[in-house]
């Protein structure tokens, strides 16, 4: 089945450093979508883009839409110990299908 | 005034067994969703219903049944239950009339199978 691969797996950093993470595929994806998961939780959706190109933030947490449309990063500004979850890329094939493809996710740890 | 509920949170049983979750939406959305969350955090689409239609169904066995008697609610029943089906379930939804395709998760439920 369609794919998409997440970079990097796992971080670990320091309070006020930057992060930045990213999901690519080899399909063209209608939208795009970044998720939060914290433990014990449903996944919260941080961020959803709709067009190519489309830069989108939402305070400290930055995500664009890659021109290509086969990938999408996401950028978190001068991190803090309430960012450590799971960070996942979510993406769709064709636009209002439903079907959510879910990349394999990003830990981030933070250290104060 | 929680927005997408599920019931119970955690659920443990023996092998064999036949089990169901509950989920609610409360926030008038038209299409809801079951997922599959593996023990590697790997998220997975299984079903999903839009008005109380079947309208995605991603080779699941056929011992879980979904079930949506109205548009607010989708549950999951499992017959047999294996071992394998050990993982963390989430409901979603989503309003497919507003053209949007973001889902809103519940909180889970920790299907334990021994």
């Known amino acids: 089945g369609q794919q998409l691969n997440q970079s990097p797996q796992s971080m670990f950093i320091q309070e006020g450093e930057d992060v930045s993470m990213n999901c690519t595929s080899s399909s063209i994806f209608n939208t795009w979508l970044w998720y939060k998961q914290d433990p014990g939780e449903g996944p919260v959706l941080l961020i959803a883009l709709y067009k190519a190109g489309e830069l989108t933030s939402n305070g400290r947490l930055t995500a664009q839409f890659g021109i290509t449309r086969k990938d999408s990063f996401l950028n978190i500004s001068a991190s803090i110990p309430s960012d450590v979850g799971i960070y996942f890329c979510?993406?769709?094939?064709?636009?209002?299908?439903?079907?959510?493809?879910f990349g394999q996710g990003t830990t981030l740890q933070v250290k104060p | 005034d929680t927005a997408v509920s599920q019931t119970p949170k955690y659920l443990v049983t023996q092998m064999g067994n036949d089990k169901s979750i509950k989920c609610e939406q409360n926030l008038g959305h038209d299409t809801m969703y079951w997922y599959k969350q593996d023990s590697k955090k790997f998220l997975k689409i299984m079903f999903s219903y839009n008005n109380k239609e079947l309208i995605i169904n991603e080779t699941v066995p056929n011992r879980f049944s979904p079930k949506s008697p109205d548009k607010a609610h989708l549950n999951l029943h499992i017959n047999s239950l294996e071992l394998g089906d050990s993982a963390v379930y989430f409901c979603?939804?989503?309003?497919?009339?507003?053209?949007?395709?973001?889902?809103?998760f519940g909180p889970g439920t920790r299907l334990t199978v021994l």
């Open positions: 979510a993406g769709q094939l064709k636009s209002n299908t439903g079907k959510l493809i």
């Open positions: 979603a939804s989503s309003s497919r009339l507003a053209g949007g395709d973001e889902q809103f």
